[in-house]
């Protein structure tokens, strides 16, 4: 089965500087790989997703990065800005199963 | 508005009586998902639905049972609930190999 960790519960960043959320996985077998952004009182939102066959996926602030060898991925905001203080979850679907499989998440604080 | 609406928002009850949370989406996405949030756990899939008629369990469905008689609705039953199943509960729907859209969450209290 394939299990998705995020090992860091927080994360404290300064304004404008660059935050780096990561997710280690066991399985090597995988379609996707979503973020999914969380503000409290509110469904968790889709923020960015990579394909097994790339490396790197960017869309405006936001890019996440793949390492296939290493099991690892990250999401990296630059600049980081208030509006980005949430908790964000990594997980892992298989691509026609439609199951979704989630990390523990991560609590990112943006400190002006 | 696309959404994904969920009710009861909260809810605080005791064990054994049955409940409820009804699920409803109006974009006339064909699968649907409940899933429920724990600390330190992230959200766990309870049960899912391909279509109408189609459900089946996802890693958590004990002590949980679904319907999908009609395509925007997605209720979660809970025949006999008991203080294990208090949590906080997302129900979600998408095209198939789409992005899930997630309601806002019900806040189960089992005393």
């Known amino acids: 089965d394939q299990q998705v960790k995020q090992n860091s519960p927080s994360l404290s960043v300064q304004e404008g500087r660059i935050s780096i959320l990561n997710c280690d996985y066991t399985n090597s077998m995988f379609d996707y790989f979503l973020w999914y952004k969380k503000y409290p009182a509110e469904g968790p939102t889709f923020l960015i997703s990579?394909?097994?066959?790339?490396d790197k996926n960017e869309d405006g602030r936001f890019t996440v990065f793949l390492n296939k060898s290493a099991k690892h991925l990250s999401l990296h905001i630059v600049p980081s800005q208030p509006g980005d203080s949430a908790v964000y979850f990594c997980?892992?679907?298989?691509?026609?199963?439609?199951?979704?499989?989630f990390g523990q998440g991560t609590r990112l604080t943006i400190n002006p | 508005e696309a959404q994904v609406t969920q009710n009861p928002r909260y809810l605080i009850t005791v064990t054994g009586k049955k409940l409820t949370v009804t699920c409803s989406q109006n974009m006339n996405h064909e699968y649907m998902s409940w899933y429920r949030q724990d600390p330190g756990l992230g959200l766990r899939q309870i049960y899912y639905?391909?279509?109408?008629?189609?459900?089946d369990k996802g890693d958590v469905p004990e002590g949980y049972k679904v319907s999908r008689k009609e395509k925007r609705n997605f209720p979660l039953i809970l025949e006999s609930p008991s203080p294990n199943q208090t949590s906080l509960y997302f129900c979600?729907?998408?095209?198939?190999?789409?992005?899930?859209?997630f309601g806002d969450g019900t806040r189960l209290s089992i005393l």
């Open positions: 979600a729907s998408s095209w198939t190999n789409q992005p899930q859209h």
């Open positions: 997980s892992w679907e298989l691509q026609g199963a439609q199951k979704l499989v």
């Open positions: 990579i394909s097994s066959i790339k």
């Open positions: 639905s391909m279509n109408v008629e189609v459900t």
